[in-house]
């Protein structure tokens, strides 16, 4: 049998809101028990250090060199994990040689899978001396190299958390973060791919007309009106028609389409967009889904969670309701990932990613 290892996993999601991290006991093929978790949302300059990344990086990939600031920012993000590691062992009572493992996901400031090219800062050599723990990263970079999308990565996660807990099939669990994401399993099929935006747009717009990082409980949507004619417009991108495996970066959709409308409406607007999206995948599934989980940030907006449920007339619940953690799952998943990262299993498949075969990834970092 596999041996069971204890792994903390570390997450930091295109929300730009913190660091999720999660301790984990798998074999990297059966989910095992979880174990205690904790959220270290950024502070004020780190938040504005990594959205400045976001758009420095696009200036090299337009052949700019790699600034300094970037590599400030990933040293501070870095460190900023080793921290949240200190004290998840603290919280949990152990120490060092008690963990075998860290899966450090890292910061995406750039995805252009098409160009075989994905980008998350995040320095695990640096993270491994740091905490004296082994550190797996850069967990994307050769299914996108093979020419995979490199994302989702979770959806091996869910199909056995969905296995471990016996739900019935066909189900859709939805990951809504900066991006959205499904992973539909059925039987032996598991199939995913980014829906559209998550909760992006509604933070940047919040953040420009509410000064707030979120719409905290989708209030500002919610004393908003969603302007039709403009989400039929934003629901015509050819990339809601196309079947994944497909992904998104954090900025392939923005605000543009609603600069003209009211800080209440444009919210309610983008609320709406990114409900609708996400229904739309249901376009791709080969049968109905039966119930959705949601989990990530945007299941506390109760905005979003309404314009789900009346779009998709199935039961939509919150992760919570199958007694999964609804912030540490993607946290959990890179501990997973990182066990079989070593144990040189796949991370993604071809119908999770596009990739052409089941393709293992990451790069161990002793400590």
């Known amino acids: 049998m596999p041996k069971i290892l204890k792994a903390i996993g570390l997450m930091s999601g295109t929300s730009l809101d913190g660091i999720d991290a999660a301790i984990l006991e798998t074999d990297g093929e059966d989910v095992a028990r979880p174990g205690p978790a ?81 980008w998350q800062i995040g320095d695990g050599a640096l993270l491994a001396r740091l905490t ?10 050769a299914d996108v190299k093979a020419g995979g999308q490199g994302a989702p990565l979770v959806p091996l996660y869910h199909a056995a958390l969905i296995k471990s807990a016996n739900l019935k099939q066909p189900i859709a669990i ?26 992006a747009p509604i933070d940047d717009w919040a953040h420009r007309h509410a000064g707030k990082p979120i719409d905290e409980d989708g209030a500002l949507a919610a004393s908003g009106k969603t302007d039709n004619d403009v989400l039929e417009r934003m629901l015509q991108h050819d990339f809601f028609t196309k079947a994944g495996p497909k992904s998104l970066d954090r900025l392939d959709f923005g605000m543009a389409d609603v600069e003209h409308l009211s800080p209440e409406d444009g919210a309610a607007t983008l609320t709406a967009f990114t409900a609708a999206t996400i229904a739309r995948a249901r376009e791709h599934f080969p049968e109905s889904a039966e119930t959705w989980i949601v989990c990530g940030g945007g299941r506390h907006n109760k905005t979003l969670m309404n314009e789900l449920r009346a779009r998709l007339n199935v039961p939509v619940v ?36 596009g990739v052409p075969e089941p393709m293992t990834g990451g790069k161990l970092h002793k400590s």
């Open 38 to 118: 904790l959220t270290i949302p950024y502070d004020a300059e780190t938040r504005a250090m990594l959205r400045a990344a976001l758009s420095e990086a696009r200036d090299v990939a337009e052949g700019a060199p790699v600034p300094w600031s970037i590599r400030d920012a990933e040293r501070r993000l870095t460190e900023a994990h080793a921290m949240a590691v200190k004290q998840l062992l603290a919280k949990a009572r152990l120490g060092t040689r008690d963990v075998t493992l860290i899966g450090f996901h890292g910061q995406t400031i750039l995805h252009r899978p098409a160009q075989r090219w994905t």
């Open 318 to 353: 919150p992760a919570e309701d199958e007694n999964w953690r609804g912030d540490f799952i993607e946290a959990e998943a890179f501990a997973y990932l990182a066990v079989r990262s070593i144990n040189g299993l796949p991370l993604s498949l071809p119908t999770t990613t």
């Open 174 to 199: 939805v990951n809504i973060g900066g991006v959205a994401n499904v992973t539909y399993v059925n039987g032996e099929t598991v199939l995913a791919f980014d829906t559209g935006p998550g909760n």
């Open 132 to 141: 004296g723990i082994d550190t797996v990263n850069d967990f994307r970079s």
